[in-house]
């Protein structure tokens, strides 16, 4: 699985949503990404990509895009598929 797939799968697992939402998503746009669906997902990149984000990282990760530059501080690069 790409990093771009699991990057996504994490968002779709834990708000349960369509793929062709993820784009445009932003923190408490959806009713499940709020403070207890952010850590879920959270913990579910940190599990995906084996890496710890530091809490200003958690606290940034504010939307689908602006967690891709987050992750690129880790070496995880996500790559359209």
């Not at 799968?9 to 990404?33: G, R």
């Not at 958690?58 to 501080?73: H, V």
Request: without cysteine; negative net charge.
């Amino acid at each position: 699985m790409s990093s771009a797939e699991k990057y996504d799968a994490a968002f779709i697992e834990t708000f349960l949503l369509e793929p062709k939402d993820l784009a445009a998503l932003k923190y408490q746009e959806v009713e499940s990404w709020d403070s207890v669906g952010h850590m879920a997902l959270i913990a579910a990149l940190e599990e995906a990509f084996a890496i710890e984000l530091d809490i200003d990282d958690i606290i940034e990760f504010s939307s689908y895009e602006a967690g891709k530059a987050i992750l690129s501080k880790y070496d995880v690069k996500i790559e359209p598929v």
